[in-house]
Nanobody
């Protein structure tokens, strides 16, 4: 079993910054992709950042240039640095990994519970 624990959410003023962390633990042999999603009230879940095992990153236009995803493979941890935050960024931020539990190289998914980010003055 795999657990993902997010931290770093909170209340921030428009224009401010936050850094989210997500630590994975459990039966993990190797982590492939690591992702951050967000879900605002009444809206569909949105993918906001991806980092591959080769450290390639992808962002939607809504956060490009403001958000940066990174990973620490030694700690099985993914980070999301969020700068120039806007009220529209208010949402629950959820991390997700694609991993293998054995050397066979399965593609398994695990999800965290989410951490709330509120951008408001």
């Amino acid at each position: 079993q795999v657990q993902l624990v997010e931290s770093g959410g909170g209340l921030v003023q428009p224009g401010g910054s936050l850094r989210l962390s997500c630590a994975a633990s459990g039966s993990i042999f190797r982590i492939y992709a690591m992702r951050w999603h967000r879900q605002a009230p009444g809206k569909q879940r949105e993918l906001v950042a991806v980092i591959t095992s080769g450290d390639t990153t992808h962002y939607p236009d809504s956060v490009k240039g403001r958000f940066t995803i990174s990973r620490d493979n030694a700690k099985n941890t993914v980070y999301l640095q969020m700068n120039s935050l806007k009220p529209d960024d208010t949402a629950v931020y959820i991390c997700n990994i694609v991993y293998g539990a054995t050397p066979k190289g399965e593609n398994l998914d695990a999800w965290g519970q989410g951490t709330l980010v509120t951008v408001s003055s």
